[in-house]
Structure formats: structure tokens, C-alpha cells
């Protein structure tokens, strides 16, 4: 016989969700920015140095894939051609699947929630801008440009600042362990 749900799960309190593929079907315009950009230099943009740079900053991933594909840009030269690409392609995006119920859903329900993404504020408001209903209902948005955050994914330090900006706070000490809890910074 199962157990029931009662006893074995505890009720939300927080959610924190990332924003590129899980809320905003982003992953493939970032594939087409690089394939462009890179193309122009006959280079061709791997899956699997695209997998290498997911989820970093903007200046961090421009260097390895300077790097690796030998380009003859400067990472910082990289990201403004990313950048005009990017204005033309990611005021296209598209909610992910199901997102915008499970967000109302949570909201409805009292559930704070908020966006921990390492995009800079404005990417974040480039690719938003059609989904602005959507985002409203969080209760912030931690972006990869925030002085907060230290350090880029795959560093929690986003995700840490996040969880500290919820008003009520979450349980931290049950869900993050002091290890983790003494790794948000101070001030946030």
C-alpha cells in the first residue's frame, strides 16, 4: 500500500526557477546567435561547447568560445556582434510549455516565487518583453549582472541571493544545510 502524500512530502514554501529553457525557450535562439556569428568566421558552433558554456555569463562564455573556435575577435568583440543578433532574435521568445499555468498556479496559491537567471538585466528585458504578465507575478528577478552575484552558474551564488531576497525568507537552515547557508553573501 502507498504512502500517502501527506506524510511523505512537506508543502512548497519557495520556488526559485532559472529562466533560459525551463521558463523561456531561449536555448535554441542562443544556438542561432552563435551559429550566425561564428559562421561569418567559418567556425562552426558545436553542441557540445554550446553544452560547455550553458548557463555562464555573457563574458565568460565569449572567451571559451573565442578560445576554443580560435576566432579572430576579442571575447568583449564576440558579445556585441551576440548582442545585434540577439535584439532581432529573442524579441521572438516564447514561454516554455506549460510555464505560465504552473506560474499562476504557484502564485494563486501564495507560493512565493521568484527568477534567478545568469542573463544581464537587459537580456532579461529583451526577452520578456512580450511576456511581461507572466513575470509580473514573481516576486523578484536575480539577473547575472546583479553586484550581488559573484560569481556565474554553475556557482549557486545567483540562486543563493535569490533565496535571500524572499520576503518571508525561506526555511534555509531545513532545505540548504549550514555549509551552504554560510555561502550567501552578507547583505543580501
Known sequence: MAASSSST???VTHVIFDMDG????TERLYTLVFD????????KFTWELKASIMGMQSLNAAKIVCDKLQLPLTPEELIKECILVQERLFLSTSLMPGIEIIVTHLFKQKV????ATSSSKQMFDLKTIKHKKVFGLFHHIVCGDDPDVKKSKPAPDSFLVCAKRFEPLPPFEKFLGSSLLNAIPEGV
Open 112 to 115: 512565493p516565487i521568484a527568477v
Open 36 to 43: 550566425e556569428v561564428c559562421g561569418r568566421y567559418n567556425k
Open 9 to 11: 512530502f512537506k508543502p
Open 22 to 25: 525551463l521558463l523561456l525557450d
